[in-house]
């Protein structure tokens, strides 16, 4: 069975402190007989009730605006019918500006244009009745009371709005920066990724397979070739890290320039593969039907590279004996750059490398930041794997 707690209003020790000082004043002047309004047929004390009745509210200024400035109003009009005290007038000045400061934003608006037309509507009468220059001063005075508390508040709480305002902002604007860099943190760690993959699965499969080779297969021959296989990955491929620890030590963009691949590269890939894939009986077979000296934007052509890399690689791990032709070609200026690598599908006799599965999604990640399609399956007897990369003058090439 649940409870019920019982929430107690406590106010603000500041608004305490206000509606007593501000009733001991009140008390003071009427004790020295300083009244606002002069004599009155009503008995002095009287002044004292809207001063008390005001003071009370004083507590409430911030929990109960509204009710504040209700009872405040009719207590500052009962104190015009008494000798007035000033202490009065002044907590209604404040209890004006508090309505304007913690009410509600429709109040806020509302308040200071309806003091304003009311000064304006008190002093166009007072001169029309009176008829005197100092008929004026009623104008000016409930300006003062009702008007410029309401005009001071609004100018207040203005300015605390937009102060929110503006660390919302900046708080949303530090947020987004801190989202921002973690995607660009994500982004490139993936792309890190992706470059380390391509780089060095290639050598590291051949030497896999060709220390599989050399442990089963009891050939001096074999054995003598296959570590000639084993020392050359080896060495090419501690160039690749060497290379990549560079480019992440930003050593500059001549390093960079020289240690990005690009489509001339595709003889010697295909060379290298043949070496290691000669033992798992794999030919690779290049076929460029682009226009020769056709330029080709950076990231393009090292996506179309880094796939034909990881293919190679698919085909040493997985292939079996045969050709395995890679084709490269554009369909004009404008066109996309096509990339097609196809593999022997089929048992294959001999040692294999094991695969992780990254290497298909890395390929994929590639054409899709690029903007492009991209295929990989079985066709018939070959497996097969196709990328059209955006290459004309509109590509994403960022």
């Not at 054995?223 to 030590?249: K, T």
């Not at 050709?323 to 089929?346: F, I, K, M, N, Q």
């Amino acid at each position: 069975m649940g409870t019920v707690t019982a929430t107690t209003f406590r106010p603000h020790r500041h608004d305490v402190l206000l509606a007593v000082v501000s009733v001991l004043v009140g008390l003071l002047l009427w004790l020295l007989g300083i009244h606002s309004n002069g004599d009155r047929p009503t008995p002095d004390w009287l002044a004292l009730i809207p001063l008390l009745v005001l003071g009370a509210m004083e507590p409430l200024r911030r929990s109960n605006p509204r009710l504040t400035l209700a009872v405040g109003t009719v207590g500052v009009i009962a104190d015009q019918f008494t000798v007035g005290n000033l202490g009065t007038v002044l907590i209604f000045t404040d209890l004006m500006y508090a309505a304007v400061v913690y009410g509600t934003p429709a109040s806020a608006r509302r308040l200071p244009i309806t003091t304003g037309l009311i000064t304006i509507a008190v002093t166009i009468a007072s001169v029309a009745w009176l008829r005197t220059p100092q008929s004026l001063m009623i104008g000016v005075l409930t300006g003062i009371v009702c008007f410029g508390p309401a005009l001071t508040g609004a100018t207040l709480r203005n300015h605390r709005d937009a102060a929110e305002a503006a660390r919302l902002r900046a708080g949303q604007t530090a947020l987004l920066a801190e989202m921002d860099r973690s995607q660009a943190v994500t982004a490139e760690r993936a792309r890190m990724a992706r470059e380390l993959h391509d780089m060095v699965a290639n050598h590291l499969s051949a030497i896999a397979i060709h220390s599989t080779a050399a442990l089963s297969i009891d050939s001096a021959d074999t054995s003598r070739q296959a570590l000639g296989v084993i020392r050359e990955n080896s060495v090419q491929g501690l160039a690749e890290m060497r290379r990549l620890i560079g480019l992440l030590r930003d050593a500059g963009a001549e390093q960079e320039a020289a240690a990005t691949p690009c489509l001339d590269g595709l003889d010697a890939l295909l060379g290298q593969a043949r070496v290691n894939g000669a033992a798992s009986g794999l030919d690779f077979v290049l076929v460029d039907e682009r226009t020769p000296g056709e330029p080709l934007p950076a990231p393009v052509e090292l996506a179309a590279y880094r796939i034909v890399q990881e293919s190679l690689t698919n085909a040493l791990k997985h292939a079996a004996p045969g050709e395995v032709t890679v084709r490269v070609g554009r369909a004009g200026p404008e066109g996309p750059l096509t990339v097609r690598v196809d593999s022997p599908y089929g048992d294959r006799p001999g040692p294999r490398a094991p695969g992780s599965g990254t290497g298909l999604t890395g390929m994929r990640e590639r054409t899709q930041l690029l903007g492009g399609e991209f295929a990989a399956g079985r066709a018939g007897p070959v497996w097969r794997v196709r990328a059209a990369l955006p290459a004309g003058e509109g590509a994403v090439t960022g």
